[in-house]
């Protein structure tokens, strides 16, 4: 069955470390999504792909980056660890088209201390 | 300023009876809107949606309501099980292509036994 995965699941890492999340799916899916969820602000986008070497940048995209080499993999990339980036990311992926319905992976949750 | 709001964050319904969750928007663009739930530890999953033609879809126990005029759309969910208790969240896309979601803030639906 095709998925989506991110790994790892869970990270506590130092302010001003850099972090790289995986993102991974087999849906053959020519776009992928980075996404934070925070109380109260719901997910809000950070950057996101319609292809390969096509990147974007989504509504909260300051201290992040991506890049895409292939169909199957986004990683995101937090160049020096915020305690303001302390939240859980969620990957998607999805198919273009009318709906806009997209996939998403289990999520990671990430601690900057 | 938030395109997509969901003014309450938290809705409790004792089991057997209607679920009423509500979205608004403010963007006259968006031609598509979905409803996503969540569960704790788990990534957003699909769950229904509807096109800015229509102003009802049904699927089972879950109908979403459309009102351009308003521009405001409700998820029912009839009758409530405590397995639907999750947190809902609105979407809506209007990029032509259907590629990019703008969501809401989130209600946490708690359905009691």
């Known amino acids: 069955d095709a998925e989506i995965t991110q790994s790892p699941r869970h990270k506590i890492t130092e302010t001003g470390r850099q972090v790289t999340l995986a993102c991974h799916q087999t849906?053959?899916?020519?776009?992928m999504f980075w996404y934070r969820q925070d109380l109260g602000h719901g997910l809000r986008l950070i950057h996101y792909?319609?292809?390969?070497?096509?990147?974007n940048k989504g509504e909260v995209s300051d201290g992040y980056s991506v890049s895409r080499s292939n169909t199957e993999d986004l990683p995101l990339t937090l160049e020096s660890a915020a305690s303001s980036q302390t939240s859980v990311y969620f990957c998607?992926?999805?198919?273009?088209?009318?709906?806009?319905?997209?996939?998403f992976g289990p999520g990671t949750r990430l601690t900057v201390t | 300023d938030q395109q997509v709001k969901q003014n309450s964050p938290s809705l409790s319904v004792q089991e057997g009876r209607i679920s009423i969750l509500n979205c608004d928007y403010t963007?006259?663009?968006?031609?598509?809107f979905l409803w996503y739930k969540k569960y704790p530890a788990e990534g957003p999953t699909f769950l229904i949606s509807?096109?800015?033609?229509?102003d009802k879809n049904e699927d089972g126990r879950f109908t979403v309501f459309l009102n351009k005029s308003a521009k405001h759309l409700s998820l029912h969910i009839v009758p409530s099980q405590p397995g639907d208790s999750a947190v809902y969240f609105c979407?809506?896309?209007?990029?032509?292509?259907?590629?990019?979601?703008?969501f809401g803030g989130g209600t946490r639906l708690m359905v009691k036994p």
């Open positions: 792909s319609y292809g390969v070497q096509d990147t």
């Open positions: 849906w053959n899916h020519n776009n």
């Open positions: 979407a809506a896309s209007g990029d032509n292509a259907g590629n990019m979601l703008t």
């Open positions: 509807i096109s800015s033609i229509k």
């Open positions: 998607a992926s999805s198919d273009p088209g009318p709906t806009g319905e997209q996939y």
């Open positions: 963007n006259s663009m968006f031609d598509y």
